[in-house]
């Protein structure tokens, strides 16, 4: 999981983060400069959705 999300979903609701990184299956991904590139093309998004949706794109083409 990306971690601008846990860090997103711990500034929601305190503790989200905690326990999305404890899930059994959770592993970090590293947010790379092609992450960086591609989450820049979506200028209007937040950053909490462009984050993980770049990595997600990367993985695809990949």
């Not at 983060?17 to 970090?28: C, I, K, N, P, T």
């Not at 960086?36 to 794109?57: E, F, G, K, M, Q």
């Amino acid at each position: 999981m990306p971690f601008p999300s846990v860090v997103a979903a711990n500034h929601e609701v305190p503790g989200a983060g905690a326990q999305a990184g404890a899930l059994r299956f959770a592993e970090s991904v590293p947010f790379t400069t092609d992450h960086a590139r591609d989450a820049l093309t979506w200028p209007n998004s937040p950053w909490y959705v462009t984050h993980p949706a770049a990595i997600a794109w990367q993985a695809a083409k990949a």
